[in-house]
């Protein structure tokens, strides 16, 4: 098993819509995306059989993408329907990947053999819930990523004011490891949220906290306060080793301010990401001029496993085999 035999997030439905040609590149393969005439997305190599044009920079129109160099155009499932300087199209067809739509998003998997299925974003389409998608490029690997975006100590000091203030607040933690997914439970927080306190819990209620990995790719924050949920998921797909396209979904429910959310949540969390994206193309330049082992506190048990957990996968091992355990961590933020 690797990241090839996963469903891998592609582009975001909308952004495929007929008549779009998307490149994309994903696990170093690069790809072409378009639509055939029945709407079905078609994921194949971004190289035009007939003499290696770059098929992503062509044109797709009812269902059929044209190569920019000599026209060559292919229709349903990948196959020539078209040759300019031939009468007939030829016996022709692009290696296509497999692809599948779920929950807004476009999926390829480039290798087949393993059963697996999309992650179900949570809530999709549920009542009462807002949300927003952002797609950044990180300048560093799938699991820097995937451990910065479940880290809790990095927001007092890349996100200052935005997301927490220090207060040198203890705050304890379950940690389980099972089935190829961490999960963690904070125990302890309360109104240290930064921003984020005054639509979520301008009362001070108890804050609920779980965030996840689950392997190979996915990151899902939850806060629950009273009725107010927020939502965090992110699918980490590389690009290439130390690549990484990120889509986040922000989810939301607020009660009355749910509607209005958007524009806020867009603006804010682009923000955040954007500070994050900063710290991680640094730590990757850093590990590239001089890689060294990481030294793991109490707070890192968290990326200890997801480490684990992505070690698992690049060694084409399957996650799930992983021991299951189960920690308290303690730690101040
Ligand atoms: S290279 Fe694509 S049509 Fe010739
Ligand atoms: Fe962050």
Request: with cysteine; hydrophobic share 40%; aromatic share 10%.
């Amino acid at each position: 098993m690797s990241d090839a035999h996963y469903w891998m997030v592609a582009a975001e439905s909308r952004a495929l819509h007929a008549g779009a040609v998307i490149g994309r590149r994903i696990c170093n393969v690069a790809l072409v995306l378009y639509r055939d005439p029945d709407g079905t997305p078609i994921a194949a190599p971004d190289r035009c059989l007939h003499r290696c044009g770059k098929l992503s920079a062509g044109t797709a129109r009812r269902g059929v993408l044209k190569c920019p160099y000599h026209g060559w155009a292919y229709g349903a499932g990948g196959r020539v329907v078209a040759i300019p300087s031939e009468d007939a199209a030829g016996p022709f067809r692009l290696p296509v990947y497999e692809t599948c739509e779920r929950d807004g998003y476009v999926y390829v998997r480039l290798d087949r053999g393993v059963e697996s299925a999309p992650f179900a974003m949570p809530h999709y389409r549920a009542r009462g819930f807002g949300r927003v998608r952002l797609v950044n490029v990180f300048e560093n690997t799938v699991t820097n990523c995937a451990e910065n975006f479940v880290d809790v100590p990095h927001t007092v000091s890349v996100h200052p004011g935005i997301f927490r203030q220090a207060r040198a607040e203890k705050i304890n933690a379950t940690v389980a490891v099972e089935r190829g997914e961490v999960r963690v439970e904070y125990f302890g927080e309360r109104t240290n949220l930064g921003w984020f306190a005054f639509a979520l819990n301008p009362r001070g209620l108890p804050v609920r906290h779980i965030d996840r990995f689950i392997a190979p790719n996915i990151t899902h924050v939850r806060y629950e306060i009273g009725r107010s949920v927020f939502l965090i998921t992110s699918q980490s797909v590389p690009e290439t080793a130390t690549r990484t396209r990120v889509h986040t979904e922000l989810a939301w429910r607020l009660g009355a301010l749910t509607p209005f959310a958007a524009p806020f949540v867009r603006i804010q969390g682009q923000r955040v990401i954007d500070q994050d994206k900063r710290v991680l193309a640094d730590q990757m330049d850093v590990i590239a001029d001089r890689p060294g082992p990481f030294i793991d506190t109490s707070a890192d048990l968290i990326h200890a496993h997801i480490h684990a957990l992505r070690a698992a996968v690049e060694a084409g091992e399957d996650p799930a085999a992983l021991p299951s355990q189960r920690s308290n961590i303690e730690f101040y933020v």
